[in-house]
């Protein structure tokens, strides 16, 4: 096992190795603790939806997260999990409904008024609609915030440029030759951790995961955790969806569970279980049969 480009452990007995185990040895810990939730603090109500409507989902979604709040969204496939983001953040248009960010009603119908809204989005499909693969890993973190840094309304701000790029791959561990490195030669975690950065560069009230860690490794993973878990301590509400139900269990402060388009029931992290989830998410007998 190799970890970061050096040697980590060796396995001679291949009956003592399974996933649990590789885990471990890639992280550096349990797989148990390899979510590393913890109980925290949370604020005001920060995001509120009210019988919102949008294509692919089926029945009006009312629900809210408050300020450090960590709400997972489950479902299988076709559950209405990734149209929801997608309307929220203008993607697609929200047909009906209302959504408040702190208190304010906000009208989003194209990814622009969301940002100013300060809510931010990393999309399910990173390499199709989160990235810009043929430019730089600076371009792409620097892209949405370079407006507010433009020198005399026409100059790009090349200093803070650089010196907001490397802030983030530092503090991020972002694995980069350098910032001036193709964002599409790296790998898909270093590629979301570029995301991250993009909206860390905004003045971030809600952020919307989509499949956050989707095709990404283990240990990255981990540290994506712990971003997310950085980003709720600071009063960020987190709205994240994911198909890996114990990861849902793992990082979220509660799942709302999704099926066929509608919110089917809410789970806390204290008592949450894949049972209780799955059985949730199921479609119903009556409903599979017709």
């Known amino acids: 096992v190799f970890k970061d480009g050096r040697f980590v452990r060796?396995?001679?007995?291949?009956?003592?190795?399974?996933?649990?185990?590789?885990?471990?040895?890639?992280?550096?810990?349990?797989?148990?603790?390899?979510y590393g939730w913890q109980p925290r603090e949370y604020g005001a109500e920060r995001l509120r939806l009210e019988q919102v409507q949008a294509p692919g989902?089926?029945?009006p979604i009312s629900l809210s997260v408050r300020s450090g709040e960590i709400?997972?969204?489950?479902?299988?496939?076709?559950?209405?999990?990734?149209?929801?983001?997608?309307?929220?953040?203008?993607?697609?248009?929200?047909?009906?409904?209302?959504?408040?960010?702190?208190?304010?009603p906000v009208n989003i119908t194209k990814p622009a008024q969301a940002i100013s809204a300060g809510m931010m989005l990393c999309p399910?499909?990173?390499?199709?609609?989160?990235?810009?693969?043929v430019h730089s890993v600076r371009d792409n973190i620097n892209i949405s915030a370079r407006r507010k840094h433009?020198?005399?309304?026409?100059?790009?701000?090349?200093?803070?440029?650089?010196?907001?790029?490397?802030?983030?791959i530092q503090s991020l561990n972002i694995k980069t030759p350098g910032a001036e490195q193709l964002i599409m030669n790296l790998s898909g975690g270093n590629q979301q951790k570029a995301i991250l950065g993009r909206w860390l560069s905004e003045e971030m009230k809600v952020i919307l995961?989509?499949?956050?860690?989707?095709?990404i490794d283990v240990g990255a993973k981990h540290e994506i955790y712990n971003v997310i878990y950085a980003l709720?301590?600071?009063?960020?509400?987190?709205?994240?969806?994911?198909?890996?139900?114990?990861?849902?269990?793992?990082?979220?402060?509660?799942?709302?569970?999704?099926?066929?388009?509608?919110?089917a029931g809410e789970l806390l992290h204290e008592n949450a279980n894949e049972q209780q989830a799955l059985s949730l998410a199921m479609p119903k007998v009556s409903q599979a049969v017709a």
Do not use: Y
């Open 124 to 133: 399910e499909d990173r390499k199709a609609e989160g990235i810009i693969p």
């Open 10 to 34: 060796t396995f001679t007995d291949m009956q003592q190795v399974n996933h649990e185990v590789l885990v471990q040895a890639m992280v550096g810990r349990d797989i148990g603790d390899i």
């Open 57 to 59: 989902v089926r029945t």
């Open 150 to 168: 433009i020198l005399g309304g026409c100059v790009i701000n090349n200093r803070w440029e650089v010196q907001n790029a490397e802030h983030h």
């Open 71 to 104: 709400v997972g969204l489950f479902g299988l496939v076709g559950a209405g999990r990734s149209e929801l983001m997608k309307g929220l953040f203008g993607g697609t248009r929200i047909t009906g409904g209302q959504v408040w960010i702190d208190g304010e």
């Open 232 to 263: 709720a301590a600071s009063g960020v509400a987190v709205l994240f969806a994911s198909s890996d139900l114990p990861e849902v269990i793992g990082v979220a402060d509660r799942i709302v569970v999704m099926r066929e388009g509608e919110i």
């Open 209 to 215: 995961l989509d499949e956050p860690t989707r095709g």
